[in-house]
């Protein structure tokens, strides 16, 4: 959403409009709680990186591929969060809170063809190295 769009909703709000404060107010919301995520991320301290937690647990296995979706689903998950923080974001935004582009561009405060690259190359380096973290290792 861009300072115009959110004039024009604080207007129609003071107007008496009061359905116009709820766009504000979850717009403001998201806002914050994506800051306060970028926040605590940056101050758990990283035991073992998610890609070798995700090869430390192939290696466990002796062999035996991924089956069950428990355990993909979190070799992906950490996957994602291993991504440095501007694709990870887009993707999480996009992917696990199921918004739009313009709403996670805003999210963000990028623009949308930003947010467009990121999911792009996000998506692409996931492609390269989820195939050796999910494949049997024999």
Known sequence: M??????????????GDVS????VVGRCLFALATNLYRTEIKRLPPLMSPFEEGVAALDRRAGEPILDEERRDRVIRNAVLALPAKYRDA?????FHGMDIARSA???????GTIKARLSRGRDILR???PSLLRNPR
């Open 20 to 23: 116009a404060f709820e766009a």
């Open 106 to 112: 805003a999210c963000l405060g990028v623009p949308e």
């Open 128 to 130: 390269s190295k989820l």
């Open 91 to 95: 993707l999480t935004l996009f992917y």
């Open 2 to 15: 861009s300072a115009e769009e959110d004039a024009a909703d604080v207007a129609r709000v003071l107007a």
